[in-house]
């Protein structure tokens, strides 16, 4: 297992709630947030929720994912642009291969990520699935 | 109790996943099928938090976002059996300044959160809760139970009439004995039940009484409601026990679930709430009564209001009708059947 607990406890608003950052000097948002504008260089920066609606951009099938993700392989992993025009890079909920096409609706939900082992942390997080 | 408490918001999530009892019955029986059609099932990455969430997003969404200052969540599949799920749901949803709870009474865990926090906003302890019944009900490997044991999650934010209320929660009682019709000890997977001795001493004894309670405390009777919406153990209980009480085929059909999602424990009866909400008017009577082994069945009278539609709410009846079957094996990967 890799997940260490206290940087997941530390991320929890970002994982779950998808925080972000906007400059409060530029207007630019960013995800997952950044303490320096990319865009201005500012440092003057706020908490910012991400939207949690979006379009598809493209996706990858994961077979052979990294060892805490194998017992739930495959994964589908989505590029997907948020409706304030940030991009994420998701896992895909209740993926269905016929649904996922460039373009389509998706909206974040959260569901669990991964969990170490029987007796340790059950890490949940953000996913998108696609809207019906 | 007379409860002066409203129904601000609700929602309801059933997992996209069904089964077939003809397919568990394929794989233990050599045939056959369950007593219902289909149960839900939720997915590898689903559990009641994460059902929670989605029907606590809804119930939110619908009553746009009050200042939430107790939620409590009633379940017997909690991810931990030591921290609260009512505390990860808090941070999750944005309210940390509230009491997070978990319940847990077999099926009747949801209505328990339910008549707590209808009692809490009645008294004014607080001005808005969210009551949560979720499971992904543990039904082992070939026992009659595997069949209907299923998956979702039902909420509910309640506040005080304000006029804009869904509905009205109007009175509520509770009746429980110590019955062992089914149990689960600390360490097991699996939930114990004494097969036929669920019915009558249980279900059939405990349901009546808490509805006859209730129509005493109220002077109200089977006819003063439109609907009436008994736990779902499996399709034919709800339907006996209404029958045995006075109610009709008209009043119980509305509520009925069971065929096609099985028997989702502690969220049993408040999704049925949500799909008899989506199709009530203004000044229905709504008659609930749950039921949690162990045993006990709390009881309440609702008072339909109304309800602004934002332009996209699915009801939640439209939203069953988008399923996915999985086979056997696959259920049985995913909630963790198969020893590795
Ligand atoms: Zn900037």
């Not at chain 1, 998701?90 to 649904?99: L, N, Q, R, T, Y």
């Not at chain 2, 939110?60 to 505390?87: F, H, R």
Request: net charge neutral; with cysteine; proline share 5%.
């Amino acid at each position: 297992m890799n997940v260490i607990p206290i940087a997941y406890w530390r991320n929890r608003k970002v994982y779950t709630r998808m925080i972000g950052t906007k400059c409060k000097d530029c207007g630019a948002e960013f995800f997952p947030p950044v303490r320096v504008c990319k865009k201005c260089g500012s440092r003057n920066l706020e908490e910012k929720e991400m939207p949690k609606n979006g379009s598809l951009l493209a996706y990858t099938k994961l077979s052979e994912p990294a060892q805490e993700f194998k017992e739930y392989a495959p994964i589908y992993l989505g590029l997907i642009r948020l409706d304030n025009g940030v991009n994420v890079i998701s896992m895909i909920a209740d993926a269905d291969e016929e649904k996922l096409k460039a373009g389509a609706r998706v909206q974040a939900t959260v569901r669990k990520w991964t969990e170490d082992g029987k007796g340790g942390l059950v890490y949940y997080g953000y996913k998108f699935r696609v809207l019906q | 109790m007379n409860l002066n408490a409203a129904i601000l918001g609700y929602g309801a999530y059933v997992p996209i996943y069904r089964i077939r009892t003809e397919e568990i019955a394929r794989v233990w029986h050599g045939g056959g099928a369950g007593p219902n059609r289909m149960k839900a099932i939720a997915s590898y990455d689903e559990d009641i938090l994460t059902m929670s969430y989605e029907s606590a997003s809804q119930a939110l969404s619908m009553a746009n976002y009050p200042k939430i200052q107790a939620i409590l969540v009633g379940s017997e599949s909690k991810p931990y059996a030591v921290k609260p799920t009512g505390s990860i749901l808090s941070d999750i949803l944005g309210y940390n300044s509230t009491l997070g709870v978990d319940l847990e009474f077999a099926c009747k865990a949801g209505t328990e959160a339910m008549q707590l926090i209808s009692g809490m906003v009645s008294a004014g302890t607080i001005d808005y809760g969210l009551a949560i019944g979720a499971d992904t009900a543990q039904g082992r490997p070939a026992d009659e139970l595997e069949f209907t044991a299923g998956s979702g999650a039902g909420a509910i934010v309640l506040g005080r009439p304000n006029g804009r209320e869904v509905a009205k929660i109007k009175h509520s009682v509770s009746y429980v004995t110590d019955t062992p019709d089914f149990w689960r000890r600390p360490h097991d997977q699996y939930p114990m039940h004494l097969g036929r001795f669920t019915g009558e001493p249980a279900y059939f004894t405990h349901t009546t009484t808490s509805v006859k309670m209730l129509f005493s405390e109220t002077g109200m009777k089977p006819s003063d409601f439109k609907y009436a919406i008994f736990h779902q153990p499996n399709p034919r209980f709800p339907v006996e026990v209404g029958k045995r009480l006075g109610f009709t085929d008209e009043q119980l059909r509305p509520a009925l679930l069971n065929d096609d999602i099985g028997n989702t424990y502690s969220a049993n009866t408040i999704i049925a709430l949500a799909k008899v909400l989506d199709m009530a008017d203004t000044g229905d009577m709504i008659m609930l009564a749950s039921f949690g082994s162990g045993a006990g069945s709390d009881a309440f009278v609702i008072e339909v209001n109304s309800r602004d539609d934002d332009d996209g709410y699915v009801p939640f009846s439209e939203r069953l009708r988008n399923y996915r079957e999985v086979d056997y094996a696959t259920y049985a990967r995913w909630r963790g059947k198969i020893l590795k």
